[in-house]
């Protein structure tokens, strides 16, 4: 019995870990075999080594031969199919995430260790000192994921069917009807855009998956995975595995901050800063509505902001998965109507108070309005979250610890 972790064989321009995990594992030798589902954990999403889709692999092992012979037959399996794997590289043309080279990790425990360095990988940027130390262990810097999937304590939020094909390049089909009857599928998370009809489920570019269905229900998926695969208008694949996943989870984020707006800035290319009593607070234009509220805030405003601090240059601060506005100055700020006539009031001068220019009523200074109304959690469409974001509203609710109000504006 044990655990075996894998990381870091893929890249921008191509490759996939779940693809080699899959691969591993159809390869085990006799008198091994995996129990339960394999894991694909996502980790900290802005880890500076990150590639292409983040996700290290872990899989539960029944291991029925001799150590010597394991060890023998692991080594064998990361040389012929995992180390090659090392120093790919594909420029991004986003300018400024700087792509790192692969370098793939592979490890295995006896025992299961503690969840410790998985909230950490999760949240944080870390480091193989920190890890605890695999009974076998193999390449770089990618068993620090692998051994944070290990570290994953398995509480499932979602599962992922995840089929592969043959082709690397070109268009991905599947079957549009079978597409469709699944769109309806409530246990089934984002197959569409649900803005634009476009599937969700077919990655871009060059990768050896050919679909990825999410959901929150592991007999729907796996239908859901065979229904697709099935489908006569659907390319054929070349294997398919279903995993448990931490996506969803929310596990990378911290309790929601609050803050006072002091300035709100329209960056180009429509991205919002928010300059608050918490620092920079970054709403980048894909995360929609996020975006819109954000551009309607002004100074004095009482928000909630959910995010992680990017310390990248040009995207530094808290870049926010989610944001409440709580409360602040009213909106189309206005004098009051005359009581006596019910002209619009004017200020009679400093300290003066109000007159009505008509009948010359007079009433203490003051200004009426709309009021804010609080908002409940505002976030981007589904295809915009990132993998491990959760639903916030149900999130937030599970979570009656965290204060919503924050601290009381000073
Ligand atoms: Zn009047």
């Not at 679909?211 to 007999?219: A, I, N, P, Y």
């Not at 709309?370 to 609710?397: G, K, Y």
Request: charged share 25%.
């Amino acid at each position: 019995m044990g655990w075996l972790g894998l990381d870091d064989t893929d890249h921008l321009g191509g490759g996939c870990t779940t693809w080699t995990m899959h691969v591993v594992l159809s390869n085990l030798p006799r008198g091994v075999r995996p129990l339960n589902d394999p894991c694909l954990v996502r980790l900290y999403p802005m880890a500076k080594a990150r590639t292409r889709g983040n996700a290290a692999l872990a899989a539960e092992l029944h291991v029925d031969i001799p150590r010597e012979e394991w060890f023998a037959w692991l080594q064998q399996m990361w040389k012929e199919h995992v180390a090659p794997l090392a120093g790919r590289r594909t420029e991004s043309s986003h300018a400024t995430r700087k792509q790192v080279a692969s370098d793939p990790g592979m490890v295995w425990f006896e025992n299961k260790p503690s969840s410790r360095f998985y909230s950490l990988a999760v949240r944080q940027e870390t480091s193989l000192a920190e890890a605890p130390k695999p009974d076998w262990e193999a390449g770089g810097l990618g068993k620090i994921g692998a051994i944070a999937a290990v570290s994953w304590p398995n509480e499932v939020s979602t599962w992922e069917g995840i089929a592969w094909r043959g082709e690397l390049d070109g268009p991905r089909t599947l079957d549009e009807n079978v597409l469709k009857h699944l769109d309806g599928d409530q246990r089934l998370v984002a197959c569409r855009d649900p803005r634009q009809g476009r599937g969700l489920l077919a990655p871009r570019g060059t990768s050896p998956v050919l679909f990825g269905l999410r959901g929150t229900v592991r007999s729907a998926v796996k239908d859901g995975m065979a229904a697709l695969m099935a489908g006569s208008g659907t390319e054929p694949n070349t294997g398919s595995s279903l995993f448990r996943t931490n996506q969803g989870s929310g596990d990378h984020l911290t309790a929601p901050t609050s803050a006072t707006v002091e300035k709100v800035q329209v960056l180009r290319g429509g991205h919002v800063a928010l300059t608050t009593s918490d620092g920079t607070w970054l709403a980048f234009a894909p995360s929609g509505p996020v975006r819109d509220l954000a551009a309607q805030l002004m100074p004095g405003d009482r928000v909630l902001g959910i995010g992680l601090v990017g310390e990248d240059e040009g995207r530094k601060g808290r870049h926010l998965e989610a944001l409440k506005h709580l409360s602040g100055p009213v909106r189309q700020r206005r004098r009051p109507s005359c009581t006596a006539c019910g002209r619009r009031m004017k200020s009679a001068g400093r300290d003066q108070g109000l007159r009505c220019p008509t009948c010359k009523h007079r009433d203490v200074d003051r200004w009426v309005g709309e009021e804010v109304m609080p908002t409940a959690w505002i976030q981007p469409p589904v295809d915009r979250r990132r993998h491990l974001a959760p639903d916030i509203n149900t999130w937030a609710s599970e979570r009656p610890d965290w204060t919503e109000q924050g601290p009381a504006p000073s």
